[in-house]
């Protein structure tokens, strides 16, 4: 229950965002995970597991990727919070990840990258 301030906050912070300059912000940025990442329409697994509907989502959960154990029984589930914090340091937040990369440093990189990752929030 301690996230509960936090997640009744979080949609007026978004309210005031300049969304659409995020995302395409966000756009830019994700050109360091497409390599791994496929989203959008047909997006499937690759290197690294889809990243369609990926708020609210399990981690390690979609059924066509081998994750890691470490991936896997992470009991995390993706939100905005768990979200910056494994961008900014993948293998601090997941012990053992597969996920080779060294994280982002700049905290307005990793807003623009969830926004553009909200945008296909309902791609399938
Ligand atoms: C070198 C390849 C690679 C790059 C680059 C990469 N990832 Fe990943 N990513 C992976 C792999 C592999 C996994 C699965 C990790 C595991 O099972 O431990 C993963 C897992 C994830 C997950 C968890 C997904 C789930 O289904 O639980 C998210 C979210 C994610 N990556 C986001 C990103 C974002 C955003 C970027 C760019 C900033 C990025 N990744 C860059 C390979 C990569």
Redesign the pocket.
């Known amino acids: 229950m301690k996230f509960l301030p936090l997640l009744l906050l979080l949609p007026a912070l978004q309210a005031c965002a300049p969304s659409g300059t995020d995302a395409a912000t966000g756009e830019r940025?994700?050109k360091?995970?497409?390599?791994?990442?496929q989203v959008g329409a047909s997006a499937r697994s690759g290197?690294?597991?889809?990243?369609n509907g990926?708020f609210g989502?399990?981690?390690?959960?979609?059924p066509d990727?081998?994750?890691?154990e470490?991936?896997?029984t992470s009991g995390?589930v993706?939100d905005e919070r768990s979200?910056t914090a494994?961008?900014h340091d993948?293998a601090r937040l997941?012990p053992?990840?597969?996920?080779?990369?060294w994280g982002?440093a700049d905290e307005n990189e990793i807003k623009a990258?969830q926004a553009y990752?909200r945008t296909f929030q309902d791609a399938r």
């Open positions: 940025a994700f360091q995970c497409a390599s791994c990442h290197f690294g597991p889809q990243l990926l989502r399990r981690a390690g959960s979609t990727f081998a994750y890691s470490a991936m896997k995390i993706w979200l494994f961008l993948p997941v053992g990840t597969r996920m080779r990369f982002i990258l990752l």
